[in-house]
């Protein structure tokens, strides 16, 4: 468009005044494409304006100021007011209906030329300012991490989705707040973080990262790990403010500690078989001259004590030596479904007998907890020895609680889900992340890292990690065998659905329309240009309602009229539409609502269960 030529509605009461002042906008080189004299004309006729120049006072109910409104609400075109009135009361109500110009009658020819050009120039620059804004909430709104802008204050401007769904905090809720008390950052001892990452931002006009040992404590409770950085917002002024960023860390900090576990428990598995396969051939000499040498005394002679001494702490000294050799050798397994509530089941009154009467024991296997593939004694093995050791932690009595569900997948993890099966108690621990590492304590000793290598061995997780009510709450992650049955869904039937025949050169386009299309009950055809479509409609069985593609389609939809006389044509264009087009760009629910228009007198669709 010509910077210098915009098309003009003029809204004048006056005959004369508005021929007026169509001839001068004429004279300067602006179409005039209607003149209108009440309120109610001017917001009808100004969809294909580029500006208006409105008069405050009208005739009929509403006045220019009411109709200005209505009209930036609905086309966000500018507006100049004209008037013959300059008192404070008008100019105060003008203001409401933010108006790009004010104009004081009689008008003159340089005053009305300066006017349009300033309001339209002031126009470019407000929809340039929306359009980057919308960029900027686009960007914050589609990036992962979690972005909390303040103020100089350090008062919360605004936050992304992200930065919601961690801290918990709505946006309207969280403006104006300060933000440590919407970012709540804590010490991993519990203790409150002494210093603000956007304060020290702003002091020291650098970025400030976020301590490894802080974690964040939404506004729910639910306490997680986060990594990342505040950075001052400068213009030339100075600083204005700063912006805080972060994500979620906790699933990879928990997967780090499960590989540095297992590779902490390979290199000492590797250590003890070495070490139990030396030990092994010490202790059978031990054994064996021990044996000989009680064969040469007699039986009440005074060494055959010392003997006897000796044969049994080879004996004991054997049995830590086997243990020592199956926690450095793998588990055979022998993998079947597995069902864990099933598990649970069979193993009650085992539990119960462990438990004793001592410690209150629940028991609440979720009904929908999906099958894994695991070797039954195993897993067996492994929660009888994370019991074992609940139950070792509370010898005055306490809690148990073991429960199954389903669960995500870990960070990482290429399985989709995973069943858990879960041990809470109420004994106190004072370093849970070390719990899986062996210790020379006997059997016990042994226990959990054998229950680690278990779970590991099945290419599943477990973690041990303080309770929120207190306490240590064990759980182990197995893959599942396969995802939950879904229940039939309701379709509808393609031979009543209506036929559409969609001609897109993008294949994404047409695979994202196509999903889209079919889960809404319609049949959607799909064809790279006009040849396609016309071999597709011959292909197709039944007839086709509606052909959906670029205009000009001329000739193609010609020939599909003729064939399928009931079809109807939506056409796509870059200009503003007619009845039977649609405007690029637009979306896909914004298509499909175009489309129900053009079928609308089609009977409702019958629905089929598939």
Known sequence: MDPAMYKILVVEDEGLIAHDIADRLAALGHKVIATAATAEEAIERASGADLVLMDIRLDGRADGIEAAAEIRARYHLPVIFLTAHADRSTLERAKTAAPFGYIVKPLSHNSLNTSIEMAMHKYRLERQLEEREAWMRTVLG???????????????????????????????????????????????????????????AMLRDAVVPLARSWRLVSRSGREMSVEGAAAPVKTNTGIIGAALSFRDVSARRWEE????????????????????????????IVRNRADQLLRHFGEYSPARKLIEEIEQAAVAADQINRRLAAFGSRQVCQPEPVSLNALLRRSTKLIESLAGTQIELSIRPDPATMRVRADTSQIEQALLGLILHACSRMALGGKLLIETRNAGAPAGSQIAAYAMLAVTYTGEEDEPERLFE?????????????????????????????????????????????????????VFSRREAPAILLIESRDAVRAELHNFFEANGYNLLEAADTSEALAVSKMHEGSIDLLIGEAPLGAAAAELVREHSALKVLEIVDEAPRANQIRRPFTQAALLEKVEALLQDRAKLAPATA
Not at 158 to 183: C, I, R
Not at 261 to 282: F, H, I, M, W
Not at 440 to 459: D, R, S, Y
């Open 438 to 490: 062996p210790c020379p304590a006997g059997e016990e000793g042994m226990a959990l890292a054998m229950v680690h290598a278990i779970v590991t061995e099945h290419g599943g997780y477990i973690s041990a990690q303080r309770a929120g009510s207190g306490g240590c709450r064990f759980e182990i992650l197995l893959p599942a065998e396969t995802a939950a049955a879904l229940p039939a869904a309701r």
């Open 257 to 284: 500690q499960q590989i540095r576990q297992s590779q902490k428990l390979e290199a000492l598995g590797r250590l003890a078989a070495g070490v139990s396969t030396d030990y092994s051939n010490l202790l059978g």
């Open 142 to 200: 589609s990036v992962a991490d979690a972005v909390v802008v303040a103020d100089a204050s350090g008062r919360v401007v605004m936050l992304n989705l992200a930065a919601e769904v961690l801290t918990g905090w709505p946006h309207a809720e969280a403006q104006g707040q300060p933000v440590s008390k919407v970012v709540a950052l804590a010490k991993e001892n519990g203790a409150v973080a002494g210093e603000d990452p956007v304060a020290l």
